[in-house]
């Protein structure tokens, strides 16, 4: 039955909360044209979009009647991570400093504006998040979100693909990184393969679900293809590792217990979808498209030289504990420990698991644990639910995340603001793919054909025709 004007306001569907879902839907692209949303005045953008949005969330709020505030315990390591960041800049005690200079505060931070910038950047991805799951309260919602991330995937992928050749060394023609090498609209290139890990996950969990009609799965593949390509062309290892593990991953999950020849269609599905993603990039970029993991491998640039960066990451963890440095203090907590003496400034570990411990020591370490366990537990639990469309939406953003989890060993992939708005879209997926809605939609098998029907009127007679 149609829901009411009351029904609507309550669901969050007053002029306000569909302002604040569109705001949220343009976020996730303009971060990611705007350069990644790695400059100060671009970030400072995205948060007055969250202040607008958290305004809106309230008068959609007052107008209905309801304060509405979802209960996923996935944003509390978000929260946590936040208030621990504004702990380790309160002040106890104080440094002397010799020469008649002023005491200094003593805080448990290395670098306390930093981590107290950190902190902040916290709350606006803690805002960002919860009022994501908040508004996305229906199937119709949720299709608009996976739509939109893989048409513009796609649309993002041929950009990419064509400014790789006309002009590879400046975003837009006009924009030159002198410290990475760019791709697409990133500045770093290993930050456009983590996004299009993301974008191929949710076309892919779709297909793998079963949840893609037969008249359409051709364009599915399309994008896929193109996305994967894309990916390939940018030469990003950690990228070309991370997506063989989320397609893998998402073999594993998608057959659980199914028969064995459903794991043996699967499993041949990904081979040739990695297949297809190496020919068309030979296809597209020519033999040497390839040849550049090899080049980065053999890099001068000092950040490719992870082993030695990871190995200096254990020592400042190991000065720190049990605390940590500070929030994202670690570019500061590294200097002291550089054998080069800081010749060129290392701000990130390149892996974000070593990187957590360094910056909040064992809390950190605990905050981390329990997001993971949070992340899987919801995971394994809703790609089990008997809708196929939204189980195919929660393969797909499961494995998007685990391709993430994975990248996350090999660079700094999340602490790029576009990168970390879509994955906290692909947890809000996960999260409301687990439940019920009133405009579900079931793909109701008749033959060999499918069509779709509301799952709240398909009577039993409708399915036995």
């Not at 979009?49 to 209960?71: E, H, N, P, Q, Y």
């Not at 994975?406 to 660079?411: E, K, N, P, T, Y």
Request: with cysteine.
């Amino acid at each position: 039955m149609p829901e009411n004007s009351a029904d609507l306001k309550r669901n969050g569907n007053t002029f306000a909360g569909k302002l604040a879902f569109f705001l949220l839907l343009a976020t996730i692209v303009w971060t990611t044209l705007a350069y990644g949303t790695v400059h100060q005045p671009i970030i400072a953008l995205f948060y007055v979009f969250v202040v607008l949005v958290v305004i809106l969330w309230a008068i959609d709020s007052l107008v209905s009647g309801t304060i509405r505030f979802d209960k996923s315990q996935l944003q509390i390591p978000i929260a946590a991570a936040a208030i621990y960041g504004f702990i380790q800049t309160i002040p106890f005690g104080s440094v002397a400093v010799p020469g008649g200079v002023e005491t200094v505060p003593n805080t448990i931070s290395v670098a306390p504006f930093w981590t107290r910038l950190a902190s902040a950047h916290f709350v606006a991805l803690f805002a960002f998040f919860a009022s994501m799951l908040v508004f996305t309260n229906s199937v119709r919602r949720i299709k608009k979100i996976v739509q939109l991330i893989t048409i513009f995937g796609f649309i993002f992928a041929f950009f990419a693909i064509l400014q790789s050749f006309l002009s590879p060394d400046k975003i837009y023609g006009i924009y030159e990184s002198k410290y990475a090498e760019p791709f697409g609209s990133f500045v770093n290139r290993h930050n456009f393969a983590a996004f299009m890990e993301m974008s191929i996950a949710l076309p892919l969990g779709l297909l793998f679900g079963g949840a893609v009609e037969k008249d359409k799965r051709l364009i599915y593949v399309t994008a896929i293809g193109l996305m994967g390509i894309a990916l390939l062309l940018s030469g990003s290892r950690g990228g070309f590792v991370s997506i063989i593990a989320g397609v893998v991953f998402l073999v594993f999950v998608s057959t659980g217990t199914s028969g064995t020849r459903d794991k043996i269609v699967k499993g041949a599905m990904a081979v040739i979808l990695i297949i297809v993603f190496v020919a068309g990039s030979i296809l597209v970029g020519g033999e040497s498209s390839l040849t550049r993991f090899a080049e980065t491998a053999t890099s001068d640039n000092f950040s490719t030289n992870r082993i030695q960066i990871w190995s200096v990451t254990l020592d400042v963890i190991q000065h720190h504990l049990p605390f940590g440095a500070g929030l994202g203090a670690f570019g500061v907590a590294y200097t002291p420990f550089d054998p080069n003496n800081g010749f060129e400034r290392v701000e990130q570990a390149h892996n974000d698991y070593l990187e957590v411990v360094a910056d909040a020591g064992v809390v950190g370490a605990l905050i981390g644990a329990f997001f993971l366990f949070a992340l899987f537990r919801t995971g394994l639990r809703n790609i089990k639910v008997e809708n196929r469309y939204r189980r195919g939406v929660a393969l797909g953003a499961f494995a998007g995340c685990f391709s993430i989890l994975v990248h996350s060993a090999f660079d700094f992939i999340l602490h790029i603001s576009a990168i970390t708005i879509l994955f906290l879209t692909l947890l809000t997926l996960l999260v409301v793919s687990g439940r019920e809605y009133s405009d579900d939609v079931k793909l109701v098998p008749l033959g060999r054909k499918t069509k779709r029907k509301k799952a709240s009127v398909t009577s039993l007679e409708e399915r036995r025709r």
